[in-house]
């Protein structure tokens, strides 16, 4: 590829929307962020970089493009929006009282092989709820992110529930080593039943800890699952005490007319180096993958000197849009212009002026335009 060729390109994992592509996104930013502002959540506008160990520990670490300032620092593009709210909430903001409602919408970046068919650039619409009291911030969340597909038109989507504190709950004092929790981790994850029961072998755990870790691979369905989980972690109070929380959920959610958006997957135990408690993905007809997702994070905090708990969702703007596409929703085409010149300069804009206060589109034919 010579050089003009290459510069005319745009790199591998970037986008470029233009008119009515771009036109049709930003309808569906407006939409969903007015339902944010709906519920009294403040916009944020984080920065597009920040030091990089900001984002250390994260399982988007690896994924970070960072690089060196002028002053020697590390500095990294954000690969998530979550770490940045959270550092401003504990700092700029540590003296407003809990409970912090925060939204953001806008680019994040992180690397991905050239030929993982992924983008780097991904355009995010989320919102952090950061204090106040666990169940009733964690229904809010759930409750918004219906919200914003219903304002959109999204029919038959729903929140897929699940809780990290059932597994770690039944692992507790197993002393399996991280490397063995993770490939443990990523079988329940891909519902490998057999994987499961066949990396436990060799751990010290009970039976019914071992028998329950093998259920998890497989538990997910309607509220009935919840009373099937009970059952299997009797055992570990802690992941009882995580099928409680989520039940509680489900209950406040049913009770608010939500219940029928609402399945549950006890296999959903990603990130467990970052959430700590509820975690869902939305899941919609026409698209073979979530359209985002979120969940509880409290232990984030912290590590910026505020320790509250917090809890977050968010939705991609790429895949909303495919979605939306899909289920045949309202096209956003621009409405038609009309043509203003003339012979005079100065009264042709006077006319385009005139055009404009009516909030007439026009397009201005002065100077060689056809």
């Given at each position: 590829m010579n050089g003009a060729h290459r510069l005319a390109q745009i790199p591998p994992g970037v986008q470029c929307f233009v008119g009515d592509e771009a036109r049709r996104r930003r309808r569906i930013e407006e939409t969903v962020l007015s339902v944010f502002e709906g519920w009294d959540y403040e916009?944020?506008?984080?920065?597009?970089?920040?030091?990089?160990?900001?984002?250390?520990?994260?399982?988007?670490?690896?994924?970070?493009?960072?690089?060196?300032?002028?002053?020697?620092?590390?500095?990294?593009?954000?690969?998530?929006?979550?770490?940045?709210?959270?550092?401003?909430?504990?700092g700029r903001l540590h003296d407003r009282p809990a409970p912090i409602r925060l939204y953001y919408s806008g680019e994040v970046v992180r690397y991905e092989p050239p030929k993982a068919g992924r983008q780097s650039e991904l355009f995010q619409m989320g919102l952090e709820h950061l204090g106040g009291e666990p169940r009733a911030a964690d229904a809010e969340v759930l409750t918004i992110a219906a919200e914003s597909l219903e304002r959109l038109g999204v029919e038959g989507f729903v929140l897929t529930l699940g809780h990290v504190g059932v597994f770690t709950g039944l692992l507790d004092g197993s002393g399996i080593e991280d490397a063995a929790l993770e490939e443990l981790r990523e079988r329940v994850e891909a519902k490998d039943a057999r994987g499961v029961r066949a990396l436990l072998e060799g751990a010290d755990l009970s039976p019914e800890a071992k028998d329950a870790l093998e259920r998890l691979?497989?538990?997910?369905?309607?509220?009935?699952?919840?009373?099937?989980?009970?059952?299997?972690?009797?055992?570990?109070?802690?992941?009882?005490?995580?099928?409680?929380?989520?039940?509680?959920?489900?209950?406040?959610?049913?009770a608010a007319g939500r219940g029928p958006r609402v399945a549950f997957d006890l296999g959903e135990v990603r990130g467990l180096d970052y959430y700590t408690g509820l975690v869902f993905r939305v899941f919609a007809p026409g698209l073979g993958f979530e359209v985002g997702g979120g969940g509880r994070y409290d232990a984030l905090l912290a590590r910026f000197g505020r320790p509250l708990p917090a809890v977050g969702f968010m939705l991609g703007l790429d895949r909303v849009a495919l979605l939306v596409d899909r289920q045949g929703g309202e096209e956003s085409s621009a409405p038609a212009a009309e043509k203003v010149s003339g012979p005079d300069l100065g009264a042709a804009l006077r006319a385009a002026r005139e055009r404009r206060r009516t909030g007439t589109r026009v397009r201005f034919g002065n100077g060689g335009e056809r």
């Open positions: 916009e944020i506008i984080p920065p597009l970089f920040d030091y990089a160990d900001v984002f250390t520990g994260q399982a988007l670490s690896s994924k970070t493009y960072s690089f060196v300032g002028r002053d020697g620092s590390v500095l990294a593009l954000r690969p998530d929006f979550t770490s940045l709210l959270a550092k401003v909430a504990a691979a497989t538990l997910a369905g309607g509220p009935e699952v919840l009373d099937e989980a009970a059952a299997a972690v009797g055992g570990s109070a802690a992941a009882a005490q995580a099928v409680d929380e989520l039940r509680g959920v489900s209950e406040a959610l049913t």
